[in-house]
């Protein structure tokens, strides 16, 4: 099975509003990705975290790793219709260190 | 913007066919992969490699094959086309040291009929 998973599968919220998605894995890590792929497109990678790290901000966003817990969490700030997107986190395993594996994703609507 | 590049972006065969998904990247990554990914649905690996003349199988089997001839390119290879086939492919890559971002191609969606 894939390494990490994300929940909610779907989230639809207004535009101003804050989105939080979550992502759980299993084995141990050296770092988690959150990705953004637009309908039809390419991935677009976000921020990476390591897992020596708690927490990394860049722009609106917002990650948190819990090494303890296996999981991250993903914050969009004051969310926009163009951030209408699937997110993905992304896993390397410490025994597979080159393999980046991706869980299944949040979609995420935004209404104007 | 990201160097890396897919052709074709769209792709309709016929079952039996032969096709080769081409990827290009021009910023000197050794890591490259490919990714099979239905519709609104998760990313599977199906190929990575460490370099040149480096190939390994993903966690997804996969009837294709790739080659790494050069550290720019790496194709993807279907010898027998199948309705099964049907999918977006992705293809990736990431700097050597394993701890920085992966970057993505447009994709490949592929329609067999």
């Known amino acids: 099975s894939q390494q990490g998973e994300e929940d909610p599968q779907a989230l639809s919220i207004q535009e101003g509003e804050n989105a939080t998605m979550n992502c759980s894995y299993k084995?141990?890590?050296?770092?988690l990705q959150w990705y953004r792929q637009n309908s039809g497109r390419g991935l677009v990678h976000l921020i990476l975290?390591?897992?020596?790290?708690r927490e990394k901000h860049s722009g609106r966003l917002r990650v948190t790793l819990d090494t303890s817990k296996k999981s991250s969490s993903l914050l969009i700030t004051a969310s926009r219709a163009a951030d209408t997107a699937s997110y993905f986190c992304?896993?390397?395993?410490?025994?597979?260190?080159?393999?980046?594996?991706f869980g299944p994703g949040t979609s995420l609507s935004v209404i104007p | 913007e990201a160097d890396i590049y897919q052709t074709p972006r769209y792709l309709v065969i016929g079952t039996g066919k032969k096709i080769t998904l081409e990827c290009s990247q021009t910023?000197?990554?050794?890591?490259m992969y490919w990714y099979q990914q239905d519709p609104g649905m998760e990313l599977h690996l199906i190929h990575y490699?460490?370099?040149?003349?480096?190939?390994e199988k993903g966690d997804l089997s996969s009837e294709s094959t790739v080659s790494r001839i050069r550290t720019e390119h790496f194709p993807l290879t279907l010898e027998s086309a199948r309705p099964s086939h049907t999918s977006q492919y992705l293809c990736?890559?990431?700097?050597?040291?394993?701890?920085?971002?992966?970057?993505f191609g447009q994709g490949t969606r592929l329609t067999v009929v």
């Open positions: 910023m000197g990554h050794d890591k």
């Open positions: 084995t141990s890590i050296n770092n």
């Open positions: 992304a896993t390397d395993s410490r025994t597979s260190y080159d393999k980046v594996i």
């Open positions: 490699s460490y370099g040149v003349n480096s190939t």
């Open positions: 975290i390591r897992s020596n790290e």
């Open positions: 990736a890559s990431s700097a050597y040291t394993g701890l920085t971002e992966a970057f």
